[in-house]
């Protein structure tokens, strides 16, 4: 067994810990962080970008919302059901850190929005090639890795951290594996905890959050997410928050239809459930959290999107909602896409004839669809729809065959919640006192959204890792002059 001795030891180099790896070694300690994975970033590699309010970029622009009122906005959306002064300091530190962020490297371009409702609170990194996009914070990551590296911070690739070693009643080191599989003991005066949650432990979803993963519910599945910190705290003493799927919606296996496909399928045509009745104002198809939550509250948990020629020859024009994501305005040949579905047996897309069989191959209620759609089509001539007032823009009716239908279900970017911190990301015990020595910081500690995601304020999680990440090595780094 090998053993090394530091300051402060950072488990995981995600988001959140390479914020507090690199925040720790500016406060003055020796860090040593261990990554599980054979890179660093996690899902901080996926992502577009972290929220800032009132960062140079929005004053620049004089977007709200100002600290104060994304203070109210956040609680309001929550129903105080979370711990306020959390909130608060994420808010508060949210736009300097964007300008942490910039010291030491990283680029943004103009903030942006998510969904109408939304505000532009949503900080796009400039990736090293192109266009803000998909995993443009893979950048970041990079950027914060060399970083970290420069300050001195020394990164243990392959390393998984199994165990906190407590002394005292403090934690004073972590228990690891090395790339060989040989025992690693580092003994420190404080830990770091930021292993991402659960997103990749199938059993943990079910246990914590109720879904079935593959079943009910298609989440990203970052590898290497399996709830290892939530573990270690909680064996360490670490008192429980409640746990959530970081929820949103789509088709399973969008690689296998690809993203103008599954944009086509998430425009706002009806939408029903297996009992063939509709359940939800399609108008708020683009705030994907609204929409995870009506799919997951339907008869086995999944929908489906029912559009007809008419309307599929519209979206070859162009799209009502373009995602902010991937940019795409229109499908261009939308039978060549579907054909290539279908050709790869892709069980989620139908093409079908009739309304019978619709029906029968989707197993929607025949009698329940027929009724929604003489409803809907009513609704559409009327130009009001005075069951849940979808906008009269998105009301068109479905006569013309032949008829589609998207089958979708709820995602997940990834669990979020399970250790319990205070506002200064010290981990407290089932009693709240704080565990001395141990600080949790991202999706591990992430409990702030009661029960759904705060979209309204996009860039929210990776905001909330890289922002207690930083807490959590500006107060480590104190503490531990202090021992
Ligand atoms: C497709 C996608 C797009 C996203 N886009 C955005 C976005 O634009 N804006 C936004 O706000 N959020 C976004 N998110 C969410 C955001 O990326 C995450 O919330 C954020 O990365 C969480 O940071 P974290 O540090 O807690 O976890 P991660 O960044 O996932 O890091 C966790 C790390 O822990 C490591 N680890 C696990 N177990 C151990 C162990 N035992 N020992 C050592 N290391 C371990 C993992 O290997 C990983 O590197 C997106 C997520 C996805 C999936």
Redesign the pocket.
């Known amino acids: 067994m090998s053993r090394l001795e530091t300051d402060i030891i950072v488990?995981?180099?995600?988001?959140?810990?390479l914020s507090a790896a690199i925040a720790a070694a500016q406060g003055g300690a020796r860090v040593i962080l261990?990554?599980?994975?054979s890179t660093?970033?996690?899902?901080?590699n996926?992502?577009?970008?972290?929220?800032g309010i009132e960062s140079r970029h929005t004053w620049a622009k004089q977007f709200s919302p100002t600290k104060d009122e994304a203070f109210e906005i956040f609680m309001d959306y929550t129903h105080w059901r979370c711990d306020a002064k959390l909130v608060r300091a994420f808010l508060n530190k949210s736009g300097d850190t964007i300008h942490w962020l910039e010291s030491l490297g990283v680029e943004f371009v103009e903030p942006a929005s998510y969904f109408p409702k939304a505000y532009p609170t949503?900080h796009l990194i400039k990736p090293e090639t192109g266009k803000p996009g998909?995993m443009a914070?893979a950048t970041m990551m990079k950027i914060l890795t060399e970083k970290a590296k420069e300050m001195g911070v020394k990164i243990m690739l392959q390393?998984?951290?199994?165990k906190l070693i407590k002394k005292d009643g403090r934690v004073v080191g972590v228990a690891a594996e090395d790339k060989v599989g040989e025992p690693v003991e580092t003994s420190a005066k404080a830990v770091i905890v930021?292993?991402?949650?659960f997103g990749d432990n199938p059993q943990m979803i079910k246990k914590f959050t109720g879904y079935d993963f593959g079943k009910d519910i298609y989440s990203?599945r970052?590898p290497?997410?399996?709830g290892?910190?939530l573990r270690m705290a909680w064996e360490a003493g670490a008192a429980r928050t409640e746990m959530h799927m970081e929820l949103i919606y789509g088709m399973p296996d969008v690689m296998t239809i690809g993203p103008e496909l599954h944009e086509a399928c998430r425009q706002p045509h009806l939408m029903v459930n297996l009992l063939g009745d509709r359940f939800v104002n399609e108008g708020i198809m683009p705030n994907t959290t609204f929409m995870g939550n009506s799919i997951s509250m339907q008869k086995d948990r999944c929908a489906f999107l029912l559009f007809d020629e008419n309307i599929k020859k519209q979206m070859e024009s162009g799209f009502d909602f373009m995602s902010v994501v991937f940019q795409i305005t229109r499908i261009a040949d939308f039978d060549k896409g579907i054909q290539n579905a279908l050709d790869q047996d892709y069980q989620h897309l139908f093409v079908v004839d009739s309304i019978e069989e619709l029906a029968e191959k989707t197993g929607i209620d025949r009698s329940g669809l027929k009724k929604t759609l003489a409803e809907y089509n009513r609704s559409c001539e009327k130009g009001y729809d005075d069951l849940f007032n979808k906008p009269h823009r998105y009301l068109r009716p479905l006569k013309t065959p032949k008829f589609y239908a998207a089958r979708h279900f709820p995602g997940a970017?990834?669990s979020v919640g399970g250790i319990k911190i205070n506002h200064r990301t010290e981990v407290l015990d089932k009693n709240w006192d704080e565990i001395p020595g141990l600080y949790a910081a991202?999706?591990?500690a992430c409990s702030i959204y009661g029960d759904s995601y705060v979209f309204v304020l996009p860039?929210?999680?990776?905001?909330f890792?890289v922002n207690t990440?930083r807490i959590a090595g500006e107060n480590a780094s104190e503490y531990i002059r202090s021992v």
């Open positions: 488990v995981a180099g995600g988001a959140a810990g261990m990554e599980k994975a660093t970033g996690g899902t901080g996926m992502g577009m970008g972290p929220l949503w998909p914070s390393t998984p951290v199994q930021a292993t991402g949650g990203f970052i290497g997410l399996e290892d910190g970017y990834g991202g999706n591990d860039g929210n999680t990776m905001g890792a990440g």
